[in-house]
């Protein structure tokens, strides 16, 4: 069945750091959508990518989408205290089912 | 606009115990999802409702039954609760299977002991 791959599953940065999050999947994807997690809360949609090579971007966030739509990005430059939390991301199956599969998420740790 | 509201927060049950874990949405979305949440293991689908009148397996539907009982609300039943699902259990819903993004409830925290 279709698998959604996330690494790193943990990552810890200084404050000022870049931070990348990558996503990969074993099909083809319709789309990507990629959600923030605070410890404690629930996911937040943060964005949605569609296109093969698309790249978006929320201020200090960049995403990607691979050209072949199987793997995408979340990079933030310049960290800060309040990215800390889980990222998630989230492929749509290109197949009949059309399901949604989250990944695992990254785990960002800011170190001050 | 509440969103997407859950019921309890936090419930603790003895192995063997039911309960029903209560969601709502309003803002007349057509799919409403189930999923749990383990440490490391990210969000895992348990059941979701395409539309109102339809129910679909997910992921790891065994040990839970599901109701949409109109298009606002869907409920996420465990009959004989078993300590492997202790979790935390979020409800979501979107625009449409196919289209939007995902809303997401606070959550409820279950313990089986």
């Known amino acids: 069945g279709q698998q959604v791959m996330q690494i790193p599953q943990y990552q810890h940065v200084q404050e000022g750091e870049d931070f990348t999050t990558y996503c990969n999947s074993s099909t083809t994807l319709s789309n990507i959508q990629w959600y923030k997690q605070r410890p404690g809360g629930h996911p937040v949609f943060l964005i949605q990518l569609v296109k093969s090579g698309e790249v978006k971007k929320q201020k200090r966030l960049t995403f990607q989408f691979g050209e072949a739509k199987k793997n995408s990005s979340l990079h933030i430059t310049a960290t800060q205290t309040t990215d800390v939390g889980t990222y998630f991301c989230?492929?749509?199956?290109?197949?009949?089912?059309?399901?949604?599969?989250f990944g695992k998420g990254t785990r960002l740790h800011i170190l001050p | 606009n509440a969103g997407v509201t859950q019921t309890p927060k936090f419930q603790v049950l003895k192995t063997g115990q039911s309960m029903t874990l209560q969601c709502a949405q309003d803002?007349?979305?057509?799919?409403m999802y189930w999923y749990r949440q383990d440490p490391g293991m990210g969000l895992r689908l348990i059941y979701y409702s395409a539309s109102e009148g339809t129910t679909d397996k997910g992921e790891v539907p065994n040990g839970y039954n599901v109701s949409r009982l109109n298009k606002r609300e869907f409920s996420l039943r465990l009959e004989s609760a078993a300590p492997s699902q202790t979790s935390v259990y979020f409800c979501?819903?979107?625009?449409?299977?196919?289209?939007?993004?995902?809303?997401f409830g606070p959550g409820t925290r279950l313990t089986v002991t």
């Open positions: 979501a819903s979107s625009e449409g299977q196919s289209r939007g993004e995902q809303y």
């Open positions: 989230a492929g749509r199956s290109m197949n009949r089912d059309d399901k949604i599969i």
């Open positions: 803002m007349n979305h057509n799919s």
